[in-house]
């Protein structure tokens, strides 16, 4: 209780000091605040005797403390002992607190062997019931090995138990091993993966064993595939729709709407329509080379005999330089393959359009597919990327897509009944396509302040694989002070994939000022 005094040891269970054939290392992790008067000791016990070996009453760091790693020398203060001992204890009185985690004591013996590291396939979508483990054995101790056995365990369940074969594992050295029983990971789940060494002579157990986590994931999604994110809650998550942030990163991305939190920094809205949701990685207060992991819920890419994978992107960093990079993998069968990478600043204002890549996925037909999306930080705060409008389509002779507006291009401007409107529509199939065979009509439909349907109709000429027209509305009426929605739709015999056949976007007409003087 506050005021009283404070006395409180904490001690570790015997251990055989003997064996030792060089130093007795004890190392652990603390964390220390003193308040008015607490002060923290690590002793030693030698089977008699009581030795200080470390103590103090201060710490370096500030409110909350950081933690910190420490290693000591204790071979003469466990003085050869079989039954030593650690103790590590607090004193004080109005004080706070001391935080000890990870203890361990290590001793060069003989023999002493253990598994340094588990290898596991990442999380996928396809697991089977026969998935190879693989683990790294390390020789800790002073005398090769070659006659022991090891061992895994799935979830803590019954131990898979295998001979080493292979030559001996040199002192300090090394030496991969891949069971021959796989591991059954097909139903969907979480799989904790514990391996082991079993070595009779083996004087300490604690580096024994080493565990490794994947996952086999759920399908959720099959292409034709599109996620706009704007069912998404503005934040860090948990994100609907299968889509996670990694957990072995540095940072999370953020679901937002409208401007990033940063000057300089892009983009003013998403990509869909200029209102919705869209996701970034927040640069500050993130440093240089901090790696941002998104993954996407397994989708079936099924039938599709031409899938492609495109998705939009927003890079600006105000000519800093600070912009880092954005690399795109496709995780199959347990590997992590490297489709799509962008590196620098990609739009010279924050309010320039999305922009989009385009990525053949055709080495995957017939899998099933996870998209990892990697944004690595910058020089600098001003390193946002941005990203909206995943899709995975079948390619087909006859794609037509509207890409963006291209007037007006202020969006918030005194807008009059007489607006002209011009649009982009871009030949996303794999032939040309004749207007005059196969017209097509490209609608823009506007609701809200300024109700209103036009029509252009292209019934001349044509466009050729990924060549681009500009769509002319003439007379549109925004002449009503507020908010409205512009939306465009085309439409042409034998185009089969709706998902880029819309775009939408927000203009705002402004009140004029038409009485004067002003």
């Known amino acids: 209780p506050s005021g009283a005094p ?31 008067s607490g002060a923290y000791e690590v002793e030693v016990f030698d089977g008699t005797t009581w030795t200080s070996v470390l103590n103090g009453t201060t ?14 020398d204790i071979t003469a203060a466990a003085g050869g002992s079989t039954n030593a001992q650690i103790r590590f204890r607090w004193t004080g009185d109005w004080s706070f607190y001391w935080i000890v985690d ?15 590291a588990v290898n596991l396939p990442l999380p996928s979508c396809t697991f089977s019931n026969a998935e190879q483990i693989s683990v790294e054995i390390q020789n800790f101790g002073l005398q090769a090995q070659s006659s022991f056995a090891v061992a895994y365990e799935v979830n803590g369940g019954t131990p898979v138990l295998e001979p080493y074969v292979g030559p001996a594992i040199a002192p300090g050295t090394s030496a991969p091993f891949v069971f021959a029983t796989g591991a059954d990971f097909s139903a969907d789940g979480v799989y904790e993966v514990k391996a082991y060494t079993i070595l009779a002579a083996d004087n300490s157990n604690v580096n024994d064993t080493s565990s490794a986590v994947t996952e086999n994931l759920a399908t959720v999604a099959t292409a034709p595939y599109l996620e706009n994110f704007d069912s998404f809650t503005t934040g860090t998550g948990p994100f609907p729709n299968g889509w996670v942030n990694a957990t072995d990163d540095d940072d999370d991305w953020t679901a937002n709407q409208g401007t990033t939190t940063s000057g300089g920094t892009g983009p003013t809205g998403d990509n869909t329509s ?13 440093t240089a080379g901090d790696v941002f992991s998104l993954l996407s819920p397994c989708i079936d890419l099924g039938a599709l005999t031409a899938p492609q994978l495109n998705y939009f992107y927003h890079m600006f960093d105000d000519g800093t330089g600070d912009m880092g990079r954005l690399d795109v993998f496709v995780i199959v069968s347990g590997s992590s393959i490297l489709v799509d990478s962008i590196v620098g600043a990609q739009q010279l204002t924050s309010a320039d359009p999305f922009l989009e890549s385009s990525v053949d996925l055709s080495p995957f037909i ?10 690595t930080i910058g020089t600098g705060f001003r390193s946002d990327i941005s990203i909206d409008d995943v899709s995975i389509i079948q390619l087909v002779p006859t794609d037509l897509e509207l890409t963006q507006l291209l007037s007006p291009t202020v969006l918030s401007e005194c807008f009059s009944g007489n607006e002209f409107v011009v649009v982009e529509m871009e030949n996303a199939g794999t032939s040309p396509v004749d207007f005059s065979v196969d017209p097509a009509t490209i609608t823009l439909e506007v609701t809200g302040a300024n109700p209103g349907t036009y029509t252009s109709n292209q019934t001349n000429g044509s466009i050729n694989p990924g060549a681009t027209l500009q769509i002319l509305f003439g007379g549109v009426d925004l002449s009503v002070v507020g908010n409205s929605d512009l939306t465009f739709y085309v439409d042409v015999a034998g185009d089969p994939n709706p998902t880029n056949d819309t775009l939408e976007v927000s203009v705002v007409t402004e009140p004029t000022i038409s009485t004067f003087p002003y």
């Open 6 to 36: 404070e006395n409180v040891a904490l001690e570790s269970p015997t251990f055989d000091a003997s064996v030792a054939l060089g130093p007795i290392i004890l190392s652990f992790d603390h964390a220390f605040q003193s308040g008015a």
């Open 59 to 72: 710490w370096p760091t500030g409110f909350p403390p950081l933690s910190q790693s420490e290693s000591l």
């Open 102 to 116: 990870n203890v361990n004591v290590t001793a060069l013996t003989n023999d002493d062997l253990g598994v340094s």
């Open 274 to 286: 200029g209102t919705g949701t869209y996701l970034y990685t927040e640069a500050t207060p993130a």
């Open 366 to 375: 017939g899998s099933t597919i996870r998209l990892e999306f990697r944004g």
